[in-house]
C-alpha cells in the first residue's frame, strides 16, 4: 500500500474558536473509521491559530504544519514568523512557496531555497509546492517551468536531506477553480517529477512525496490518489468543512 499524506491548507481562514471546532470535528470523525498505517493527516492553519490547533490536535494523530516562514531564526523581520517559534507548538510541517506567496509577495525560487534549508536546519518538513499557470501549459512549458521551480528551490540540498521534503504539484489554473487536472495530466506530470527526482537524488528520489493539490474534493479525490506516482493531496477549501475533508481522508483509506 502506497503512502498516502493528506494535508488541509487553511489559508486566511478560521479564527481561533473555528480552529478548535475544525480540529476537533475531524478529531471526532477519524475516531470512527479505522485509519490505515500509510495515510498520514496534516492541518495547517495560519500562524494565529497554531497555539491553538497544537493543543486541540493532543491525543489525535493530526499532526501540525504552517503556511509559511522566514528563513532567519530571529531578528528585525517586522511581520514574520521563524522555524523555531513554530517549532515551539510542535508544527511538524510547513508550507513553502505556494503559489499565492509567489503572485501576490512576489517570491521567488531563490528566497523559497532559504527558507527550505532554514526548515530542514531545525527538523521541520517543508511541503514545496510547484506549478505552472494555464498558459505555460496551453504553450506546453509545464515541465520546464517545473523542473526550474524545483532546480533554485532545491538548490545545494543533498540526497539524504529529501527523505524530509515533500512535493505539491499544484496546477495554479486548477486552485481554487473548481476545475482539476484530470487524470492522464496529472499521471504525466507526476511521473516526470518522479524521473526528476529519482535521476537528481538516487538514494531517496524513489520515496519522495508528491502530493496533488488543487481543486481536490470528496468527488474526485478516490481517483487522485489511485493515480501512480499520486502520493497524497495538498487540499484547500474542502478541507474547511469536516464532512469533505473525512471523505476526502476515507477516499485514501479505502484505496
Ligand atoms: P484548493 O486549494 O483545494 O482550494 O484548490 C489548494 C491549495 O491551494 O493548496
Redesign the pocket.
Known amino acids: 500500500m502506497k503512502k498516502l499524506i493528506i494535508a488541509g491548507?487553511w489559508?486566511m481562514n478560521t479564527n481561533a474558536k473555528d480552529t478548535i471546532n475544525l480540529i476537533n470535528g475531524i478529531k471526532e470523525q477519524i475516531n470512527k473509521i479505522t485509519l490505515n498505517k500509510n495515510i498520514e493527516i496534516i492541518v495547517c492553519p495560519p500562524f494565529i491559530n497554531i497555539e491553538a490547533a497544537s493543543n486541540a490536535i493532543e491525543n489525535s494523530i493530526i499532526k501540525l504544519g504552517a503556511q509559511n516562514c522566514h528563513y532567519e531564526s530571529k531578528g528585525a523581520y517586522t511581520g514574520e514568523i521563524s522555524t523555531p517559534m513554530l517549532k515551539y507548538f510542535n508544527c511538524e510541517y510547513c508550507i513553502v512557496g505556494?503559489?499565492?506567496r509567489r503572485q501576490y509577495f512576489n517570491e521567488a525560487n531563490q528566497f523559497i531555497n532559504l527558507k527550505i534549508k532554514a526548515l530542514l536546519n531545525d527538523n521541520l518538513k517543508p511541503i514545496l509546492?510547484i506549478g505552472e499557470t494555464l498558459q505555460e501549459r496551453q504553450n506546453k512549458f509545464t515541465f520546464e517551468i517545473l523542473k526550474n521551480q524545483l532546480d533554485e528551490s532545491l538548490a545545494e540540498l543533498k540526497d539524504e536531506q529529501m527523505s524530509n521534503i515533500i512535493i505539491?504539484y499544484?496546477p495554479i489554473w486548477?486552485?481554487?477553480?473548481g476545475v482539476t487536472a484530470n487524470a492522464e495530466q496529472i499521471y504525466e506530470t507526476h511521473n516526470y517529477l518522479r524521473n526528476y527526482l529519482v535521476q537528481q537524488y538516487p538514494i531517496n528520489g524513489k520515496n519522495i512525496i508528491i502530493q496533488y493539490?488543487?481543486?481536490?474534493n470528496e468527488k474526485n479525490a478516490k481517483e487522485i490518489f489511485g493515480i501512480e506516482n499520486v502520493n497524497g493531496a495538498?487540499?484547500?477549501?474542502?478541507s474547511l468543512k469536516v464532512e469533505q475533508f473525512i471523505s476526502i481522508i476515507n477516499s485514501g483509506n479505502e484505496l
Not at 234 to 238: M, W
Request: with cysteine; glycine share 24%; net charge negative.
Open positions: 491548507n489559508k505556494h503559489s499565492e509546492c505539491a499544484e486548477a486552485i481554487g477553480t493539490g488543487g481543486s481536490v495538498l487540499v484547500g477549501g474542502a
